[in-house]
């Protein structure tokens, strides 16, 4: 069987590449998460591509319902690891109900590649049976971030660092960057940082219609941030975001 995990961007079909489209048009089935109805907006989205881009006969959508973490289990990565098997279980039951399906394709939410499991979960499914693996990268949702800004992801010669909310709510600001991309941060790890010199560029739904953006000193710009994300979950039932931080080089 023939596994493509197909990046799709951050949610605009537009940000979908000719490799893509192809890709999408190859296969025999493709996996659609259900995530229950308060993100029932992501699984449509997902349907919607299908519609407006799948034009090779025969091509079938399947739904499948997404597992959940179980909260009872006090190790993240336990946690995490227990959800990947249920994953790969319910990937491979789907995949048992198509069986003239030996060409399988996943959308994956920006690029398989950044802050994804969707590759771990493949190697197991590659556990159970023989499975080719390919990967279509796609737009990553820093780089949507950086353009709705208008901003360089780096500093002049500079480096910035990739993490997520959980490191830096737990551990700080790491050393070696005074530039951070913060994803999976549904706890706004920001807020507790001590704000002074530090900058905020943040973005929720980048690249789609309902994209919204704040910027600016972060002891000014969180609280408006704050109050922009209980507004929109409550108004979508969902919601996908990612910020960038920088403060000021000591040595500046």
């Known amino acids: 069987m023939d596994l493509v995990l197909i990046g799709i961007g951050t949610g605009n079909p537009d940000h979908l590449t000719l490799q893509a489209v192809k890709a999408l048009n190859a296969v025999d089935l493709i996996l659609i998460p259900e995530k229950g109805e308060e993100k029932a907006d992501l699984a449509d989205l997902r349907r919607a591509i299908?519609?407006?881009?799948?034009?090779?006969?025969?091509?079938?959508?399947?739904?499948?319902?997404?597992?959940?973490?179980?909260?009872?289990?006090?190790?993240?990565?336990?946690?995490?690891?227990?959800?990947?098997?249920?994953?790969?279980?319910?990937?491979?039951?789907?995949?048992?109900?198509?069986?003239g399906a030996s060409r399988v394709a996943l959308m994956v939410w920006g690029d398989p590649a950044l802050y994804d499991s969707t590759l771990r979960i493949a190697g197991r499914l590659a556990l159970q049976r023989k499975v080719?693996?390919?990967?279509?990268?796609?737009?990553?949702?820093?780089?949507?971030?950086?353009?709705?800004?208008?901003?360089?992801?780096?500093?002049l010669g500079a480096p910035f660092l990739v993490t997520t909310g959980r490191r830096?709510?737990?551990?700080?600001?790491?050393?070696?960057?005074?530039?951070?991309?913060v994803m999976l941060d549904g706890a706004c790890a920001f807020q507790h940082l001590p704000p002074?010199?530090?900058?905020?560029?943040?973005?929720?739904?980048?690249?789609?219609?309902?994209?919204?953006?704040?910027?600016?000193?972060?002891?000014?710009?969180?609280?408006?941030?704050?109050?922009?994300r209980q507004a929109a979950r409550a108004e979508h039932g969902w919601l996908m975001d990612i910020y960038i931080l920088e403060r000021k080089s000591p040595a500046a």
Do not use: K
């Open 50 to 99: 299908c519609q407006d881009l799948v034009t090779r006969p025969g091509v079938v959508v399947a739904g499948f319902e997404m597992p959940v973490r179980d909260p009872e289990n006090p190790s993240y990565l336990a946690r995490v690891n227990d959800w990947h098997d249920a994953i790969a279980q319910a990937w491979a039951a789907t995949i048992d109900a198509n069986p």
């Open 132 to 155: 080719n693996v390919s990967v279509v990268p796609g737009i990553m949702s820093p780089q949507v971030l950086a353009a709705a800004h208008r901003i360089p992801l780096n500093g």
């Open 168 to 181: 830096l709510r737990e551990e700080g600001w790491p050393s070696g960057a005074d530039r951070l991309v």
């Open 196 to 228: 002074e010199g530090v900058t905020i560029w943040w973005g929720a739904y980048v690249g789609m219609p309902n994209e919204i953006t704040e910027a600016g000193p972060l002891a000014e710009a969180g609280p408006r941030i704050l109050a922009r």
